[in-house]
């Protein structure tokens, strides 16, 4: 198979033509632009509109992917992710969190990860996100040199952080040498790619000393790299957190001065709206991940708040051995039903709003914004067309409806990253499935036994 970073020729003027679906651009206020065309010239967007103003360009060599009866959207933003934990999926269920990550988690992860079983979980985990829809994901774990690998051969954009926390964990047995470690790897990784950005992963407050998530922030801002964090995932921990600084966790955060625009917080279950207020005046990410709090019944984020409050929120999925699947159409789902039950209010979070975090949210909350999230003229081409000629899609009044309800990640049939086609007609092209399937399945027996 040809490699993802075989470059297209300088000579063209258009590389890429996508045309025939209805282009929902999630550019706020476009309405859906019915039999769209949009043209890409190398990694970018150069024109995008109904097919009736822009003509389709000469040339027999032209790459074309047809998307009539389909829709045409941004690339899903996966926000929140530990891709690698693919190789935990059904691992072990039904557990409450701390239970669940000390006796089964952290165990499995000290006996069986290594670079190469972290390298075949990230390139598993990355295919299932790539043919579920995802062309960007936001992911914190260990090993991750192997993570940056594995993205770097699949071709979806990501956020590659470095896991820090002060218990020994995979590849850093000791814990002081968890700082070094992540200056290493955002020393080695800084200028790798423009589709790869290298950060850094605190687990939690709980579980990284004051000292370490002083020391992590000043490395951040250094590199002028992201800071991804647990932020409030239980309430086990915001009592812990009270009991040792006397604040909730965000105003902690923010007295040790680490609450700013480089730092993206993941589910915030519970957040007052002091600790929202805080994170939206400093412009701080959120990262709302309903299936991973619902399956350790971590609790229910007031999701509702926080949009209203105007933060920058994302969309994620966390691990697979909480969800267990990395499929954003069924968090986007899950989102805006839990919204609905929580508060009592069907309106309380709508579709639209659902699937704002699932493409330009979650970009603007990984400070991506301006390269990936919509679809327009001069933005990276990180496209997905939804193959709509299926029972359980029709009819569409609505395609924001159909997408948000009733979609799944099965119905992705083109998807397109920096410009490269990384799936055409529901076929990966660049990788072979059964390879990397067979490879997993080689690890968790080992796991298994
Ligand atoms: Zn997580």
Redesign the pocket.
Known sequence: MKSINSKPSETKNVDLVIQGGTAVTMVPGQAPVPNARILIKKDRIVQIGPSTEIPLPHGSALDIIDAQNGIIMPGLVNA?A?TAMALFRGFADDLPLRTWLFDKIFPAEADFLSPETVYWGALMGCIEMITSGTTCVAD?YFFQDATIRAVDKCGIRAVVAQGVIDFPAPGIPDPKKNIRTARDFLEKWQHFSERITPGLFCHSPVTCSEKTLLRSQQLSKDYDKPLQI?LSETSAEVAEIIKRTGKRPTHYLDQLDLVDNQLIA?HGVYLDKSEIRCLHKKGAGIIH?PE?NMKLSSGIAPLADILAMGVRTGLGT??CASNNNLDLFGEMDTAAKLSKVSTGRPDATSATQVLEMATIGGAAALGLEKETGTLEKGKKADIIVVDTRAPHLCPLYNPVSVLVYAACGADVKDVVVDGTTLMKERKLCFLDPNEIMARVGEISEKIRR
């Open positions: 929140h530990h914190g647990h993941a991940v991973s966390d691990g």
